[in-house]
């Protein structure tokens, strides 16, 4: 059932009086941290067929507060959360981002339980109170008119606009919607997966922001392409981890994949994964960057690389619905020494297409030149920051 935003409001009443105030007190980390708790259930906008080659979904997602500080949860300004929505297929080694919708917009906080004991805010909907649980069914976070767009969010510091632009806009039912391109879903023997991550200012300036992610597997049926949710949601777990977790099939860890976080000063998180596939005579090199919270981006990819190079590839997700990204792929050019993939600069176009924040885009080459530990460095696409970081990798 579709829970409307007045149903909500209202419905706090009940809660506020009921027996969810905690008889043990809560212990979190400083200040408000707000998680995906869980990620119940998944919604299909386009049960009677794709429209452009599109299909459309919404995840539902329960939020909960970790710290110990009540989350400031306030439908008419930008102090509520505003909380995102994204799809991932693994295949043949691959794992990569193959959707993503606008990012809806919080107004009403829930008291619940689902994290542990609840000390309920007293006022009801303005914050979220400490250890307790929200619930945002699919219906809800599928609905239109309360989805904004990714580009006016700076998920490093949490601040936005508000009211943010096409707020109580509709349209037909792929628009702000996770969108997912329906050849990416016809993949046999793929796993798919989910994520989500809330943005909200407070959690973001008590440096609480790099948990905000958590995934779930799903799964794609045949023929009318319903997704349903399958294991359990990986609480505080980014997107690119499920890479690893389920590398050589569902629930089966590959080893072999990498993963190294990449902290920018003064900004946000990234997180590189990569894995080397030996070919019996060269080697291929998969490589995965997912921005996690960077409001700087990333606007070019460099690795160490020698010997005969081949095969060099790139993939990235849409961007939709009137956001002003360009789709652009990146270039790719070795030059004896290294392999630099790069899309325009800042400086040239403003809105070009960057791995920005809770995006996750591929790289990858062939070499004749065995592994060995070398550098990978991540040029940075805004100013105001460092120019760029460097971690080793293969």
């Given at each position: 059932m579709?829970?409307?935003?007045a ?6 009443a009940?809660?506020a009086?009921?027996?969810?105030v905690a ?11 707000v998680?995906v708790?869980e990620i119940?259930a998944v ?9 452009s080659?599109k299909?459309?979904y919404s ?9 110990d500080?009540?989350?400031t949860?306030?439908?008419?300004n ?10 991932y297929?693994l295949a ?15 107004f009403?906080a829930?008291?619940g ?10 006022s009801?909907?303005p ?6 649980s929200?619930?945002?069914d699919?219906?809800?976070n599928?609905d ?14 949490g ?5 943010f632009?096409g ?20 993949n046999a023997?793929?796993?798919?997966f989910?994520?989500?991550?809330y ?6 300036q008590?440096n609480n ?6 995934y779930?597997?799903v799964?794609?049926?045949?023929g009318?392409?319903n ?12 997107a ?12 089966t860890?590959?080893?072999g ?32 960057m997912q921005?996690?919270?960077?409001d ?11 010997g005969?190079?081949?095969a ?17 792929d ?7 020494s290294?392999?630099v ?12 297409n960057?791995l920005?924040?809770d995006?996750?885009?591929n ?8 592994p ?8 940075m696409?805004k100013p ?11």
């Amino acid at each position: 059932m579709k829970r409307s935003e007045a149903w909500r409001t209202a419905r706090w009443a009940g809660v506020a009086s009921s027996s969810l105030v905690a008889t043990a007190a809560f212990a979190g980390v400083n200040g408000p941290d707000v998680i995906v708790g869980e990620i119940p259930a998944v919604s299909h906008w386009t049960t009677g067929g794709a429209i452009s080659g599109k299909r459309a979904y919404s995840i539902g997602t329960t939020s909960c507060n970790l710290g110990d500080t009540p989350l400031t949860w306030i439908a008419g300004n930008n102090q509520h959360p505003v909380i995102s929505q994204n799809m991932y297929r693994l295949a043949n080694g691959r794992f990569e981002q193959i959707g993503q919708s606008w990012l809806k917009h919080g107004f009403c906080a829930l008291q619940g339980t689902v994290c542990g004991p609840c000390n309920p805010n007293p006022s009801g909907c303005p914050a979220l109170g400490v250890g307790c649980s929200d619930p945002y069914d699919s219906g809800l976070n599928g609905d239109q008119g309360g989805l904004g767009p990714k580009f006016e969010v700076n998920a490093s510091s949490g601040v936005f606009p508000y009211p943010f632009t096409g707020q109580g806009t509709t349209g037909n039912n792929i628009f702000k919607r996770l969108q997912v391109s329906q050849t990416d879903l016809a993949n046999a023997g793929s796993l798919y997966f989910v994520s989500s991550s809330y943005v909200q200012p407070e959690d973001a300036q008590a440096n609480n922001d790099n948990n905000n992610q958590s995934y779930r597997r799903v799964t794609v049926a045949g023929g009318n392409f319903n997704v349903a949710v399958a294991d359990s949601t990986q609480r505080e777990k980014p997107a690119i981890l499920a890479w690893r977790d389920h590398g050589l099939g569902v629930n089966t860890p590959d080893l072999g994949v990498n993963i190294v976080e990449i902290d920018v000063p003064g900004d946000g998180r990234f997180l590189l994964a990569y894995k080397v596939t030996d070919n019996d005579g060269t080697w291929t090199y998969e490589y995965a960057m997912q921005n996690l919270n960077s409001d700087l981006s990333g606007q070019a990819f460099t690795i160490d690389a020698s010997g005969t190079v081949s095969a060099l590839g790139f993939h990235d997700v849409e961007y939709h619905s009137g956001e002003p990204y360009s789709g652009t792929d990146w270039t790719s050019t070795f030059t004896g020494s290294s392999v630099v993939w790069a899309t325009q600069t800042h400086a040239q176009n403003i809105n070009a297409n960057a791995l920005r924040w809770d995006t996750i885009y591929n790289f990858r080459v062939t070499s004749s030149a065995a592994p060995a530990l070398g550098g990978a460095t991540i040029a940075m696409f805004k100013p105001g920051g460092p120019a760029s970081v460097s971690v080793p990798a293969l």
